[in-house]
């Protein structure tokens, strides 16, 4: 259905050139025209316009007295108050009277058709409410089989509806709640309360919801609610968010950590191969090998990048195999130490430490404890900035074996320990300390020790480093011999 729009003004020529004006701007708007206040109302009483667009000086009622009569003919008819220019006490008094907006000559026309545009919205808006409200009201028992939240506060803030769904999402059955102050069992709505979105009718698209947390037993729940106002109170409907807020946290971290952490190595490569490329220098042998040796590196760390998403992207589709056979964990963690070494030579303010038996042979995949290991020990490096000794123990405990990597880093604060074993958490998200990585490594390393029924834990003090165990209940454990072997680099 076409927006109708009246305009009312004394101004022939304006009564002429304004709705051409607009039919260029507003694909099939209806326009029709009054000279006179009175002649306007007339109209207003017989057809229920979008908006109404008036002068405020009209011989006989001005625009001032014809506001005052839409809103007892049409209350929810938006009216838009043209003024002289410097005309500003009538424009105050004109919003003080309840116009939508109001327009001054000479006409800023984009400005005039932006703010019909949005008048005609609200009008079909607030029919839309009235609709729903009538339909609300009919059927109101149908709230208790809604799958959203729904209660109702009176205007003593008492609550007085609880529908299932709100219990299901907040957990909190109607007998605990109704006859309550709703800032007395929910907690923190004194301070959520008041940011919810209100409207004074109910319909489809009438309000935006808005989402907001809601901390209930230290369980922090998203919720997207808003309100709608009653004689009696205010009616409010809420879903529960807090997985695709998490979800969309994860998009957003996953986006920013990838993108940054191939750009870097993307640049160098990039930057190293273009001078290989020119002709205008000519470099040393030494040189040449260096510049090599960078895209070798980078490439490397391109490829464990990939590697890791992949990894990850088979873990979370279920689509790992594990290989069972007997494996020497002694050798496995020897062979980590010795691959860490090598691929960050550069860091020789890192002593490694391996406490191990002689042997300690083990029926499992070989290949995922010695990826549980590397993760371990690079991410001990990563968050070890001012050097320090990384240390691996290895032993047995209970029907399984316990293996350890302790390092004398950052350490990690102690709200975040829940947090670090979720994909792409960081300690150091802001690289403040320099420490890169896609926050993959310890949501892998968890992951791999799940599937092999076991155990990854930390404890660590902020400042003074973190400890990693992984248990692993592993079958067919053979007696380690007493002799243990020390070495550190």
Known sequence: MNPRVLIVDDDTALLEALPEALRLRMNGIEIDTAETALDALDRIREIDY??????????????????????????????????????????????????????????DRDYFV????????????????????????????????V???????????????????AKAII?????????????????GWEAIGPEV????????????????????????????????????????????????????????????????????????????????????IELAGDDEQELLEVISQESERLTRIVGDILLANQIEAGRLKFKQREVDLAVIAQEAIDAIRAALA????????????????VYGDGDKLRQVLLNLLDNAVKYSPAGGRIEVFL???????????????????????????????RVDPQQIRGVGGTGLGLYICRELVRRMDGRLSVTSAEGKGSTFVVDLPLRQIRPPEQAVVSQSA
Not at 52 to 66: E, N, Q, R, T
Request: proline content about 6%.
């Open 50 to 107: 979008d908006a109404v667009v008036s002068d405020i000086k009209l011989p006989g009622m001005d625009g001032l007295a014809l506001l005052t009569e839409i809103k007892d003919v049409r209350p929810g008819m938006p009216t838009l108050l043209i003024t002289g220019h410097g005309e500003h006490d009538l424009a105050v008094q004109a919003l003080r009277g309840g116009a939508y907006d109001f327009v001054q000559k000479p006409i």
């Open 114 to 145: 932006r703010s019909l545009e949005r008048a005609i919205q609200m009008r079909r808006l607030d029919r839309q409410i009235g609709e729903q409200r009538v339909e609300l009201e009919r059927h109101a028992r149908v709230l208790h089989h």
């Open 147 to 165: 799958d959203r939240g729904v209660f109702l506060v009176d205007d003593a803030g008492v609550i007085r509806f609880w529908n299932p769904a």
């Open 171 to 187: 957990g909190f059955d109607a007998d605990s709640v109704l006859g309550h102050r709703a800032e007395e069992v929910l907690p």
């Open 197 to 280: 979105p209100v409207t004074t009718e109910p319909g489809p698209g009438s309000i935006a919801p808005k989402t907001l947390p809601l901390e209930i037993e230290d369980q922090e729940l998203w919720l997207s609610i808003s309100g709608v106002e009653f004689e009696d109170g205010v009616v409010y409907a809420f879903r529960n968010l807090t997985e695709e807020r998490a979800l969309d946290e994860l998009k957003s971290d996953f986006i920013a950590t990838v993108s940054h952490e191939l750009r870097t190595p993307l640049a160098a490569i990039y930057g190293c191969a273009q001078t290989l490329r020119r002709r205008d």
């Open 346 to 361: 550069a860091r020789d303010d890192i002593d490694f430490e391996l406490a191990a038996p002689e042997s300690m042979v």
């Open 395 to 425: 032993e047995p405990h209970g029907t399984g074996v316990r293996m350890n990597v302790r390092d004398e880093g950052i350490g990690i604060p102690d709200g975040e320990l829940k947090r670090i074993f979720g994909k792409f958490y």
